[in-house]
């Protein structure tokens, strides 16, 4: 079997993070094959449900992605913490007789960063705005490999497994097809509250939305993994709102910003070797419209390039209760529009202060107000079949997948309804509902449920 051509045709992506197409990710050779179950951030179900319930559909497509990358050395890493998981794994590897190790990681934020994941189980720093194979491994997320070993038996990506957790009688786990209406999950999670704000993801690094309109045009994609309800006046909503305005930021940074370092200490690309100073581009913001030249401009906010948007500096760093990752994005894109380059260092070593730096899960909890949630964990999962979807044409890095149907046609679970760009990265796009597509564009498909 052509193990690429498989995942290629299904559109697999990156399900744990930015949707990398991972026929791409898999077509190179590395020795250390990772697979990412640490579950990054709080309150996320995900990657422990299924490590539950799969571990030997797991266990079955590391082995074909190893014997594809050619890897030596086969690693699943998870949270020590993570007991009843790590025994479903070890039973599902001594089943299948699988050289596999786990790894154990402690219970600290982002454990499931890649990078900081490279770092501690090879002991070398990825090069700055580097990948893994920089360095020799290739890191999959869980869900990735779920949806690797369903290309393999001929089934696309149309289902996508996500955790609903916060302001809900109890955390759940959905399965869905793609393209679902959020709105239909939280119905059938039994919110507490009326006036919500939404975050897809994360609550360090997902998408915060507070605008019902926007709530009610959100979808289901092949990367979302988790819908964490919080009240409309919680305080992480309130820090949000704060924190959109740069001309504000600009303000508060020049007032109150104590260059106390903490934020550049505790950054994990800091401490694995990057040159990543945030104290010293919030030192310089105030003065930004002033310095015209691009070399001092670049010592000014280089940095910036190299920032993961972890959020430790400004949820757990800052006692100032600054914004130094959104001071950051600000930087990024002035250095992209500027057209200015800045160096990389391609073989970073670790700082001192490594393990000692790191943010304790728990105490990053108490401090975004969520300690409530923590602990709460999603047994159950329920699946429905919404009445429509709408399945954007672009659910990955790269460009939309381009339609091959037509408004009007009957279409089948499981149909190609865009096919990927050939002439750059992209992806394939599913049917993940049988009925009529109603509407279809450049930016995605509408199918209404009708049996076909």
């Not at 744990?16 to 990772?34: D, E, R």
């Not at 305005?245 to 550049?264: D, E, G, Y």
């Not at 920032?307 to 800052?318: L, N, P, V």
């Amino acid at each position: 079997m052509d193990v690429l051509k498989a995942i290629q045709e299904a559109g697999v992506v990156g399900a744990g993070g930015a949707g990398f197409p991972t026929h791409v990710k898999l077509a190179g050779k590395a020795q250390t094959l990772i697979i990412n179950a640490a579950e990054c951030e709080p309150l996320i179900e995900t990657d422990k449900y299924l490590c539950r319930t799969q571990a030997e559909t797991i266990v079955t497509a590391i082995s074909a992605v190893s014997d594809q990358i050619g890897a030596d050395r086969r690693v699943i890493a998870l949270k020590g913490k993570y007991h009843t998981e790590i025994e479903a794994l070890r039973q599902a590897i001594a089943k299948a007789g699988a050289q596999i190790e786990i790894f154990e990681m402690g219970t600290y934020y982002p454990a499931g960063d890649e990078q900081i994941m490279v770092q501690q189980i090879l002991g070398v720093s990825v090069p700055e705005r580097g990948i893994p194979l920089d360095v020799g491994a290739v890191v999959n997320n869980v869900g990735t490999l779920v949806n690797i070993a369903d290309a393999l038996r001929g089934r696309p990506v149309i289902d996508k497994y996500l955790s609903v957790a916060g302001e809900v009688d109890k955390p759940l786990m959905f399965k869905v097809p793609i393209g679902t209406p959020v709105t239909d999950v939280l119905s059938q999670s039994g919110l507490r509250v009326s006036d919500y704000a939404l975050i897809l993801g994360g609550p360090m690094m997902g998408l915060m939305m507070v605008d019902p309109q926007k709530i009610a045009g959100a979808v289901v994609t092949k990367t979302l993994g988790s819908l964490i309800v919080l009240p409309a006046g919680h305080t992480m909503v309130q820090t949000w709102r704060m924190r959109q305005n740069v001309s504000r930021l600009r303000h508060q940074t020049k007032s109150a910003c104590i260059q106390c370092r903490m934020c550049t200490d505790l950054c994990p690309r800091y401490l694995i070797g990057h040159q990543m100073r945030p104290h010293l581009v919030m030192r310089n913001f105030w003065r930004e419209d002033a310095i015209t030249d691009p070399a001092e401009y670049i010592r000014a906010f280089g940095d910036a390039v190299n920032c993961c948007d972890c959020g430790i500096c400004e949820e757990f760093a800052c006692p100032m209760g600054l914004s130094p990752r959104k001071v950051n994005d600000h930087f990024k894109q002035m250095i992209r529009q500027k057209g200015l380059t800045v160096e990389r260092n391609l073989k970073p070593t670790a700082r001192p202060g490594l393990t000692e730096g790191r943010t304790p899960t728990l105490r990053l909890v108490a401090r975004l107000g969520l300690t409530a949630y923590e602990g709460r964990h999603a047994t159950e999962c329920r699946e429905f079949t919404p009445d429509t979807v709408f399945i954007p044409f672009r659910q990955h890095i790269g460009k939309p997948a381009i339609p091959i149907r037509q408004a009007g046609e009957l279409v089948r679970r499981g149909d190609l309804l865009a096919r990927a760009d050939p002439d750059g990265l992209s992806a394939n796009i599913h049917c993940s509902l049988d009925g009529i597509l109603t509407e279809i564009s450049a930016t995605g498909a509408r199918i209404s449920r009708k049996e076909v």
